[in-house]
């Protein structure tokens, strides 16, 4: 359980009780500590309520792990089809998920934050904890034990962190670390930013700088010429559709798993290229 940021205090030294009764009007020193006491205490968890529902949701438990990078950070495609994640602002901050987490594609855009816990020779002093937001999908390896290698293995819990991202919560030597993660809304600057890529009887559209809860669950898409047409999903945060929407401006309708919809309407141009990306509205 994590500390309060507050400590409330209180030293009495050889408290006398009180010979006379305990009316309105007098102070038992006794019955003072114990006042304060109950007032500290109450305010503590009053705090500690604000502050979890205000910074996520519960804290579960899981492992996490470092990919070695020359740059120190995770700058392949990955499994989200992201790209290069500097590129799409993920950077460093990025993370591979254990398929129970990854849920085939879904979680891709979601945020999380991490803390290493319970080993005091491999977390830094003071539990810091750092958000990623999830990018890859971290394979399994049957061919080894869960607690020994393969940290991947279903039904495990398991984040491949960037080692640059893996040094700000635990020290860099250490193999596996515990930790305790939750999931947490994605603060992003700008707009979601729609990239095109396809040809004439396939369209495709990655959805990447998306805000608050991250995971889209449905797109739409409209044309000048049409109505709003449902998008299936490709591959991770990659939404298609068959229509040809040449020569149209393309208007996008993005829902999250939190059911907020957003509408961003003419974001691309009727002369758009596949290839080029638009950035829209944010949540």
């Known amino acids: 359980m994590s500390k309060s940021p507050w400590q409330c205090e209180e030293k009495v030294r050889n408290p006398k009780r009180s010979t006379k009764p305990n009316f309105l009007g007098s102070i038992d020193p006794q019955m003072g500590v114990l006042r304060s006491a109950f007032l500290c205490l109450m305010l503590v968890q009053s705090c500690e309520f604000v502050a979890s529902s205000d910074s996520g949701g519960e804290w579960k438990t899981a492992t996490a792990t470092y990919s070695v990078e020359t740059d120190g950070s995770l700058i392949t495609e990955g499994a989200c089809g992201y790209g290069d994640l500097h590129r799409a602002t993920y950077g460093k901050y990025s993370a591979g998920l254990s398929s129970i987490l990854f849920n ?95 040809n004439s009887r396939f369209f495709q559209v990655l959805v990447t700088n998306v805000g608050l809860d991250g995971e889209v669950i449905a797109m739409k898409m409209k044309g000048s010429k049409t109505g709003w047409i449902p998008m299936a999903r490709n591959w991770g945060q990659s939404w298609q559709s068959n229509v040809n929407l040449r020569g149209q401006p393309l208007s996008f309708e993005v829902t999250t798993s939190d059911r907020r919809t957003l509408t961003s309407y003419n974001v691309a141009p009727p002369s758009w290229q596949f290839g080029q990306t638009f950035e829209g509205k944010q949540f």
């Open 104 to 198: 085939r594609g879904s979680t891709c855009g979601a945020c999380f934050e991490l803390r290493c816990v319970d080993h005091i020779l491999w977390c830094l002093p003071g539990s810091p904890s750092v958000i990623l937001t999830a990018t890859d999908f971290c394979p399994p390896n049957y061919g080894l034990a869960a607690d020994y290698g393969g940290w991947c293995n279903f039904p495990q819990e398991h984040f491949e962190m960037s080692e640059a991202a893996f040094a700000e919560i635990a020290v860099r030597r250490a193999d596996v670390v515990p930790i305790q993660y939750r999931r947490v809304n994605c603060l992003r600057s700008g707009g979601l930013r729609f990239t095109l890529s396809g």
